[in-house]
């Protein structure tokens, strides 16, 4: 068995890539789950933010987990404000945005 890969396909986000393997005479293509990229999360939780205070909430949170893939946004949510939240005010201010971005990262998330 011998792996080659492929350029680059093009998906609506970004680029996936995509592994295919020859054995035997078939060939057989699966696509790979590509990584957040620190911008892609950092676009994402500013986007999160509706009313466009600066800052996320609980509510905002939840969505923007949702957006990333999450099966339970609304635990996630509850995780990023704890690890997260320095001031402990409840929300997700720009100075800690990328120690949010990090928490993201960590969960492992894939396009």
């Known amino acids: 068995m011998r792996f080659v890969q492929y350029p680059f396909e093009k998906s609506a986000a970004c680029f996936t890539p995509t592994l295919s393997w020859h054995h035997e005479q078939t060939v057989v293509n699966k696509k790979v789950p590509a990584q957040w990229s620190p911008e892609q999360v950092r676009d994402l939780f500013?986007?999160?933010?509706?009313?466009?205070?600066?800052?996320?909430?609980?509510?905002?949170?939840?969505?923007?987990?949702?957006?990333?893939?999450?099966?339970?946004?609304?635990f996630r949510a509850r995780r990023a404000l704890r690890h997260v939240d320095a001031n402990g005010d409840g929300v997700i201010s720009n100075e800690e945005l990328n120690d949010?971005?990090?928490?993201?990262?960590?969960?492992g998330y894939k396009l």
């Open 100 to 107: 949010l971005i990090n928490y993201a990262l960590r969960c």
């Open 46 to 74: 500013e986007s999160a933010d509706k009313n466009g205070d600066g800052k996320l909430s609980k509510e905002e949170l939840k969505a923007a987990f949702r957006r990333l893939g999450s099966r339970w946004s609304s």
